[in-house]
């Protein structure tokens, strides 16, 4: 069996904002050389995750563990092998691209100036114009060249779909695929669009508020979660008790329900609940339909 | 080198807000003397000088420089600061491969670096200037005068650093107010030349005392405390 080295491990993270709890006792590996995208509704956690991975934030109790440091504490070696985007595509606004190279240069050891200008070269930008009159697909690809140049180990790319139109969209994400897959490059991530990450991730950690709902590789959720439809008139509110229902939508006569079970199973379970359900069957889900059964519509 | 990065950064940043400081200071000092020459011509140089020695209160010419140290700071404070934190944008400087203690450290010596600069040219014209038109026995007591608030620049720029990096409202106002409310004391033009001199060492212990607080400040905003 191959063993992997976990680059990232969280371990027992409990956080909270004054009173709010925001998760609990969780526990984050990502292995070497694997794409990590975490999902979660609005508030889920996912930008509190990243911060604390990048230690600007501390837990409330656990520990989380880069390449074995403590994240609370990176020593400088450690952090030069982080490449970190922050949502937003923020950068240095005040400089330009030539400006913010020569800045960043100075810091990294591997430094790649030719990946940089690879990238930035395809931008329809003038030589010295500032980052802060960039739109924000400009900003995306100056912040993904200056990532690729620092040539880190590990990336840390928060929402890095925010404010991109699908043509920047794609390219950052086939970019960074290619990159990532063709160097070994360990991957975090978080994005609102779930679409893009079904071309880009390996595995899949979806947290909703307080909890984690599925953590694993992206094949195995698409593989195993599944999404039946059917129509009925019966009361289903039993259903949505059963351990074997994760999420049960109703709108009229139409149900909507999700779950880890086989097909047989369900039917039994409908038998079983005295429901009859009219047109039963499954629907291929992506990973978005996917998300949204697990996580429900609100 | 990694300071020279450090310095580079900060450079584009504050270097038109220096600049400007450093023209807004000269325009400052050139009329203040543009004055003096013209009530020299109306009163004659020793009717004027007599008046800076003997008048009760001596004349104070040199009163339009008091606030004018003070501006270079808030000028380089404001214009370094500002951009690191709008958008919490120092997480990118926090995140480079060094201590965050000696970053925050490099930024802040280029704080201090830059203010001593435009704080010489400026005292410097101001005192070859006075050495023209004044003996010795009035130059003397004016550099004592106007020494202090030179010196305030500096705890100055520290609290406002320290403001700009803390990440909590309620104590930004809290640094804000300590800073005015210690600070305003030293910042008096007194009436007569050189009376508040012995403020610089209050004025210097401040200067070095409030440093380590600008460090606090940074841990806390690193620590989203």
């Excluded at chain 1, 912040?143 to 929402?159: E, H, K, R």
């Excluded at chain 1, 880890?260 to 079983?272: D, F, M, P």
Aim: proline residues 4%.
């Amino acid at each position: 069996m191959e063993t992997r080295t976990n680059v990232i491990e969280c371990r027992n993270l409990t956080h909270y904002y004054g009173k709010k709890l925001v998760y609990e006792n969780l526990n984050i590996a990502v292995g070497e050389g694997r794409i990590l995208g975490l999902l979660g509704k609005n508030g889920a956690g996912k930008s509190t995750t990243i911060n604390i991975l990048n230690g600007f934030l501390a837990p409330r109790s656990g520990q989380c563990l880069i390449y074995g440091e403590d994240t609370q504490h990176l020593s400088p070696a450690t952090k030069s092998r982080i490449g970190y985007l922050i949502e937003g595509h923020i950068q240095y606004s005040f400089m330009n691209v030539y400006q913010i190279e020569k800045f960043y240069s100075g810091f990294y050891p591997k430094w790649d100036r030719e990946a940089y200008f690879n990238l930035i070269n395809r931008l329809k930008i003038l030589p010295r114009q500032k980052i802060s009159s960039m739109s924000c697909g400009q900003r995306a690809q100056v912040a993904l060249g200056l990532i690729l140049a620092q040539d880190p180990d590990l990336l840390i790319l928060d929402d890095f779909s925010l404010g991109l139109d699908p043509g920047y969209r794609r390219l950052f994400v086939d970019y960074l695929r290619e990159y990532a897959k063709s160097r070994g490059k360990t991957v975090f991530l978080t994005s609102h669009i779930i679409q893009d990450m079904e071309r880009l991730i390996d595995d899949i950690l979806i947290m909703d508020y307080n909890r984690v709902l599925y953590q694993g590789s992206l094949s195995d959720f698409q593989r195993d979660f599944k999404g039946f439809f059917f129509e009925t008139s019966d009361d289903v509110s039993a259903l949505a008790q059963d351990p074997r229902t994760v999420n049960l939508e109703r709108l009229n006569r139409r149900c909507e329900l999700y779950t880890y079970a086989s097909q047989e199973e369900i039917l039994a379970l409908l038998q079983e609940r005295g429901i009859t359900p009219e047109g039963f069957h499954r629907e291929a889900l992506t990973l978005e339909d996917a998300f949204i059964g697990l996580t429900g519509k609100y | 080198m990694i300071l020279r990065h450090i310095f580079y950064k900060e450079w584009l940043k504050t270097r038109w807000s220096c600049l400007a400081a450093l023209v807004l200071g000269l325009s400052m000092v050139f009329y203040l003397f543009l004055r003096v020459e013209n009530g020299m011509e109306r009163l004659g140089a020793k009717v004027y000088m007599l008046r800076v020695l003997y008048d009760n209160p001596p004349l104070t010419y040199y009163r339009m420089l008091l606030y004018v140290p003070l501006l270079i700071a808030v000028c380089v404070g404001v214009t370094q600061y500002l951009p690191e934190v709008a958008n919490r944008r120092i997480r990118l400087t926090l995140h480079l491969p060094v201590s965050n203690t000696r970053l925050v450290l490099y930024m802040a010596l280029y704080g201090v670096v830059m203010i001593t600069a435009v704080n010489l040219i400026l005292f410097g014209v101001f005192v070859a200037k006075n050495c023209t038109l004044f003996p010795a026995e009035i130059t003397l007591p004016v550099l004592r005068s106007v020494a202090p608030w030179f010196l305030v620049a500096y705890p100055a720029y520290n609290f406002i650093a320290m403001v700009a990096l803390e990440p909590h409202r309620w104590r930004q106002l809290v640094y804000a107010l300590t800073g005015y409310f210690t600070l305003s004391p030293f910042v008096v033009c007194g009436e007569y030349p050189g009376s508040y001199f012995l403020s610089v060492i209050p004025l210097a212990v401040m200067a070095v005392a409030s440093f380590p607080l600008l460090l606090y400040s940074s841990y806390r905003f690193s620590k989203g405390l």
